[in-house]
């Protein structure tokens, strides 16, 4: 059973605390369980890497830009930051998008990692938890029942 947007209306506790406390862990699960190309470790382990060496590319460009300024400094780390996971975490909520038939598009994905990123992937998670129940239950129901076997004489 596919679905043709995000139904999500509520996102499970256990979800959001994971999310909120350790995004780049619950981005790798999502990852892992789309792609299924390399380890969910490795999807956790890159996106970590994504953010911290943008945020210090974008601490040393606001350095560059304007010495001995905290907040320029600060401000730009964060928007290299932002800037990097969006690209990175929005191009896998397209694949997730296209694995589950949802409605959105590219730009829309990068923005929305763009500005928050952890409330997106904990979006992602409720929704492939809600997609993968969905398509168990439709194989429980609709399972054959296996033909009686006669006993031979």
Not at 8 to 23: A, E, K, P, R
Not at 36 to 53: G, N
Not at 79 to 107: C, H, P, Q, V
């Amino acid at each position: 059973m596919s679905s043709t947007h995000w139904k999500s209306s509520y996102i499970d506790l256990d979800i959001l605390v994971y999310g909120w406390f350790c995004t780049p862990c619950l981005f790798g699960e999502n990852a892992y369980k789309v792609d299924r190309r390399s380890s969910c470790p490795s999807y956790a382990i890159s996106y970590s890497i994504v953010a911290l060496s943008s945020q210090m590319l974008g601490a040393m460009m606001g350095n560059f830009l304007i010495p001995q300024d905290p907040v320029s400094v600060s401000l730009c780390a964060s928007l290299w930051n932002n800037f990097a996971i969006g690209l990175y975490a929005g191009n896998m909520r397209t694949k997730i998008r296209n694995e589950y038939s949802l409605r959105g598009s590219l730009d829309r994905d990068i923005l929305l990692h763009f500005l928050l990123s952890s409330c997106v992937v904990c979006q992602e998670a409720q929704e492939i938890r809600e997609q993968t129940k969905i398509s168990e239950d439709d194989e429980l129901k609709y399972m054959l029942i296996p033909e009686p076997q006669m006993m031979k004489q």
